[in-house]
């Protein structure tokens, strides 16, 4: 039996080129909601509140792929160790840091995603370009074995200048390459762009994403009066 949620879910699908994924991006809707996707084949979701993603994720069926889409707090890290399939939007070395060590006590690697602030916003987390690269080129990183840095995320600015949105996604995808052939020419694992949210996944597409975060297209408006948002 197909519900909104359903017909909205195959629609969005139907536009998607091959070789883009989609996060169904669940945070605030209820868990039926969640389960109508998964029934419709949908499995990877996307949640921005860890005590949220874990509530959910101990009732609902356990093949789902739970990402994490909000700012990592360092604290809540050990909460979605055990599970997570992917932690996207960390946005500094110390994170990594944490993310490493909390994935080595479950016997875990945990795929994680770079943060890069490419919107005009200040209120967007993330590494600036500058800060990504240095943090790459000092290396560290490479000492840290139960994370797998597995590409880049990002947010365009909330605007209607699509010029401007295609432009910032660019630079995303621009800098996807340039740390692809500088820092991981031999990691297969690094080829993620996550970019595009439902008002602007069209043009995130069009500028090289591979996987795009959509939550109200297929869930509806969120209402964060009826959660703590
Ligand atoms: C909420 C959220 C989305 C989805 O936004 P929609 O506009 O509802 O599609 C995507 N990415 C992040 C990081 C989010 O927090």
Request: aromatic content about 8%; glycine content about 8%.
């Amino acid at each position: 039996m197909e519900n909104s949620i359903q017909t909205r879910l195959a629609q969005i699908k139907s536009t998607l080129p091959t070789g883009v994924e989609l996060v169904a991006v669940s945070k605030t809707h209820p868990v039926e909601a969640i389960q109508s996707a998964y029934d419709a084949g949908q499995r990877i979701f996307g949640e921005n509140k860890v005590q949220e993603m874990t509530a959910k994720s101990n009732i609902l069926p356990s093949d789902i792929q739970w990402h994490f889409i909000g700012h990592v707090q360092k604290n809540k890290i050990r909460m979605m160790a055990p599970y997570v399939a992917m932690i996207q939007g960390v946005g500094s070395y110390d994170t990594l840091v944490e993310i490493n060590r909390q994935a080595g006590k479950c016997g875990r690697v945990i795929p994680c995603l770079l943060q890069l602030h490419v919107a005009t916003e200040e209120t967007k987390f993330g590494f600036t370009i500058e800060e990504c690269t240095q943090m790459l080129e000092e290396g560290s990183w490479k000492s840290l074995t139960d994370i797998e840095i597995s590409g880049v995320m990002g947010m365009a600015s909330n605007t209607t200048d699509q010029d401007q949105v295609a432009r910032e996604f660019k630079m995303l995808r621009d800098f996807f390459d340039y740390c692809k052939e500088r820092f991981f020419s031999n990691s297969p694992a690094f080829r993620t762009i996550s970019a595009g949210m439902s008002g602007d996944y069209p043009i995130a597409i069009a500028q090289g994403s591979n996987l795009v975060r959509i939550g109200s297209s297929i869930f509806g408006e969120r209402d964060y009066s009826a959660t703590n948002k």
